[in-house]
């Protein structure tokens, strides 16, 4: 069952979503050759905290970091550690936040003096598959027609869609209904009401769209060690155009 939001949980969710943008943008700022990931968990963890928030990833089914740092053929969930970033990388980060009891999910891809133009056009792709996207959704239109983009703007790139993860609804839980898959069929699916609030969430791979979790359980990687964006917003479906709620707002 899809949850559909009051506005008084609306404003809740522009919180949290507040919150989870600020973090993920100053964890961003950080991210630089010779950084750990690790250090960009510990970064993060203090940031949080000082928003009064808790991280909706630690200790979520066991997972041990605050954030998720994921490098070159890391698709997503990357646990932070000791590695560290060097120039060329291309470096996927998802911050998840709950505050005030609603949770807010949003990630993005950061290019880490990447001067490789497939690279370059990759993470652009990314960036706009998201984008059309969120432009379908919008109420009375079908979650067909929001997957359909995402394929769409990868395929017409040359690249793959990673079909083994998924978008999601997300309000008191992280996951809730729908899944969002990266790609589907335009006209259908469930119809988006106003007050809707979904993860959308496309991974692009530049090769193949296959992927393998790593002995550690959590981290994802394209099977041909090519490289993966990420890009996430939460947004509430809306009359006319979607609210993108994990946007950085001065209260
Ligand atoms: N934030 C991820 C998502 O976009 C889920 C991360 S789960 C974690 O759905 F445990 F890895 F943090
Ligand atoms: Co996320
Ligand atoms: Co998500």
């Not at 950061?110 to 990314?126: C, F, N, P, Q, Y």
């Not at 007050?195 to 692009?204: K, V």
């Amino acid at each position: 069952m899809i949850i559909i939001k009051t506005p008084d949980e609306l404003v809740q969710m522009r919180e949290s979503s507040r919150m989870a943008a600020l973090v993920l943008d100053r964890v961003a700022q950080k991210v630089a050759p010779g950084v750990s990931t690790a250090e960009l968990d510990d970064f993060a963890r203090e940031e949080i905290g000082k928003l009064g928030a808790v991280s909706a990833f630690f200790n979520y089914r066991g997972y041990p970091g605050y954030i998720c740092a994921s490098i070159n053929d890391e698709v997503v969930h990357g646990i932070p550690g000791t590695r560290k970033i060097r120039l060329g990388d291309v470096v996927s980060l998802d911050v998840g936040v709950t505050y005030g009891g609603f949770v807010g999910d949003t990630a993005t891809t950061v290019m880490v003096g990447v001067s490789d133009a497939e690279l370059i056009r990759l993470v652009r792709t990314g960036e706009e598959a998201l984008s059309a996207a969120i432009l379908k959704a919008v109420t009375g239109a079908r979650l067909g027609d929001v997957c359909h983009a995402i394929e769409s703007t990868a395929i017409a790139a040359g690249f793959s869609v990673v079909r083994d993860f998924v978008g999601h609804g997300v309000g008191r839980k992280m996951h809730e209904d729908p899944q969002i898959p990266n790609f589907g069929v335009p006209g259908t699916g469930p119809k988006l009401k106003t007050g809707m609030t979904l993860a959308i969430e496309p991974m692009i791979n530049m090769g193949t769209s296959e992927v393998d979790v790593m002995p550690d359980g959590w981290t994802v990687r394209t099977k041909d060690r090519k490289p993966s964006v990420h890009f996430e917003h939460t947004i509430a479906v809306q009359e006319g155009s979607a609210e993108i709620l994990t946007c950085v707002k001065k209260k």
